[in-house]
């Protein structure tokens, strides 16, 4: 997300990437227990070249895994976040941002922080 299909080069014009939001108009509707990538090389995003590259904003149970946020395809070059690699704002609860083995992120080269909370 925000990258060239070979996920190598930013495709410029993405201010908004991966955006999961809590409608205010309507508690019970919120983002809870969505999965972000996986253990799989299948399921594996590439999130770079954004301003920011997911952001949370409410909800609880969702779980980021097994991406390459900031990076290249190839989880070693740099093609960072303009700002944080993941940010989590407002209510948010319970997320779970990577585990061990094939379901850890790789998260560098952003503006900003990796992981953050403004």
Do not use: W
């Not at 410029?12 to 991966?18: A, H």
């Not at 999961?20 to 227990?33: E, G, I, R, V, W």
């Amino acid at each position: 997300m925000g990258t060239s299909p070979g996920g190598a080069k930013a495709d410029l014009g993405n201010d908004f990437r991966l955006y999961l939001q809590n409608h205010f108009a309507d508690s019970a509707n919120h983002p809870t227990d969505n999965i972000i990538g996986g253990d799989s090389p299948e399921a594996c995003n590439t999130i770079s070249g954004n301003s920011t590259g997911i952001t949370f904003f409410g909800g609880g149970g969702n779980e980021v895994e097994g991406n390459y946020i900031g990076t290249t395809k190839s989880g070693i070059d740099a093609l960072g976040n303009g700002a944080r690699g993941i940010e989590v704002l407002g209510e948010t609860h319970d997320a779970s941002i990577g585990d061990i083995g094939a379901a850890s992120n790789t998260i560098a080269f952003n503006g900003q922080d990796g992981v953050g909370n403004p």
